[in-house]
């Protein structure tokens, strides 16, 4: 039986109480109500809904918000309850015995039977036996309970819903502030300057409420610093965390670019003392994607072999804020990142592109949703089409060497570009953005 003491602390920290309340949703949050829509579209289905995202990218914000919104439509307030598994204060909730304990205390002697009833537990990876007890609720059918879980790895998750719910779950993405978010969360007009401000500061929400530069920057390390410790070193069988300390900071700085493990290996690990062997740096580089911090697209061809021998790859970051580079330089490859996050927040599939015919054509992203197809090479500025004659002959050349039936898009912060290829589409940034979201 679960002490007085733990009932005063959860009632206070699930929002049940009047003067906790107004803590749902602070002043200065973005409402990200496609997130909440999402959340309640999945609501009406009979299955756990796991938001899955970076460190301190929003899911927590995302799910109070939900709560309100529950609230607002007159959900009774004890049906719902919120616990969030980073309190220390209810650190006891962690460990099984009094988890389960506190759901029979809830479903029992605190919620309206009568009522649906809403479970939402963040971080959920911090129960242990988590997978299997969250899949214990769920099978009890005599409950009519909503379960919502948020977590930092999705690989962790992944395997554990897989072997636990088989298909009775489905994972909600939840990504930083995107362009447009940024805009309305710092009061931006929707400008290119502004996209530039954005390329630079990201769009993670902490780092914006900051007033200065070094203030921000600090805080932008400490997301890092946790994603680390929290995500990766505690979670993960780590023997050497100078090497994954100094892999982070390779891809902070790589973002963009092409990457291969051996020449990882060979720019990493003759620069790190301690145990060192390939196989750390393939393993440590899955880790870092498992929590977030970088996504690495898969290569299209049209020979599935060349896909096999090609190891080289690229990866960008969860937010160019993390992003590594000399001041005033790499705003194309910053662009580049920007163009593949939005993508994929757009629930594109999005894959590298290589046409093999007389030379090797890479195009920067191959991106497909609903049946249609689309192939894009970003720049950050294409200029004159004679004073930068190599330049168009890359960006305009590669997508012309393929006979792909997709459309095909050169995206730079140029407003206005004539194509030199009636099949190949220029647009500026913004209109980009506009054509894979038309709704914002």
Not at 58 to 72: C, E, P
Not at 405 to 421: E, G, H, R, T
Request: some cysteine; overall charge negative; glycine content about 6%.
């Amino acid at each position: 039986m679960i002490s007085e003491e733990l009932k005063r602390k959860i009632a206070s920290r699930t929002f049940w109480n009047d003067e906790k309340s107004d803590a749902l949703i602070p002043g200065d949050v973005l409402k990200r109500s496609k997130y909440i829509n999402d959340i309640e579209s999945l609501a009406k289905l009979n299955i756990v809904v796991a938001a899955l995202g970076i460190r301190r990218g929003g899911k927590s914000v995302i799910v109070k918000q939900y709560i309100h919104k529950l609230r607002q439509e007159g959900v009774p307030r004890e049906n719902i309850l919120y616990l969030n598994f980073f309190l220390r204060v209810l650190a006891e909730v962690q460990k099984e015995n009094v988890f389960l304990e506190v759901i029979e205390w809830w479903i029992h002697e605190v919620s309206d039977d009568g009522e649906k009833r809403y479970l939402i537990l963040d971080e959920v990876q911090e129960i242990e036996n988590w997978d299997s007890n969250v899949a214990s609720i769920f099978e009890d059918h005599t409950l009519d309970c909503q379960i919502i879980i948020t977590g930092s790895n999705s690989s962790l998750l992944s395997e554990k819903l897989d072997t636990s719910l088989g298909g009775r779950y489905t994972v909600l993405n939840v990504y930083p502030f995107s362009f447009n978010e940024y805009c309305q969360f710092t009061g931006s007009t929707r400008t290119v300057d502004s996209l530039k401000q954005y390329l630079l500061e990201g769009g993670m929400a902490e780092p914006l409420k900051t007033d200065s530069e070094e203030l921000r920057e600090r805080v932008v390390q400490d997301i890092i610093n946790s994603t680390i410790e929290r995500d990766i070193i505690q979670r993960q069988n780590i023997t050497n965390p100078k090497l994954l300390h100094a892999l982070v900071d390779y891809c902070r700085m790589m973002f963009g670019k092409e990457v291969s493990v051996p020449g990882i290996e060979k720019e990493i690990l003759s620069k790190v003392k301690g145990q060192q062997h390939s196989a750390l740096v393939s393993d440590y580089l899955g880790f870092i994607q498992d929590a977030f911090f970088i996504r690495m697209p898969e290569t299209y061809s049209y020979r599935i072999k060349d896909v096999l021998k090609n190891k080289i790859s690229k990866l960008y970051l969860a937010d160019t804020s993390f992003a590594l580079y000399k001041q005033g330089t790499e705003y194309g490859r910053l662009l580049e990142n920007l163009v593949y996050s939005e993508l994929i927040r757009r629930r594109y599939n999005v894959q590298r592109f290589f046409a093999y015919k007389n030379k090797n054509l890479e195009i920067d992203f191959f991106a497909e949703k609903q049946g249609k197809a689309m192939l894009v090479q970003v720049c950050w500025l294409l200029g004159d089409e004679y004073e930068n004659a190599t330049l168009w002959s890359r960006e305009f050349g590669n997508l012309s060497g393929t006979k792909l039936n997709a459309a095909k898009y050169v995206v730079s912060l140029d407003q206005k570009i004539n194509s030199p290829f009636s099949d190949i589409r220029h647009l500026n940034i913004l209109d980009f953005l506009d054509l894979i979201s038309p709704d914002g």
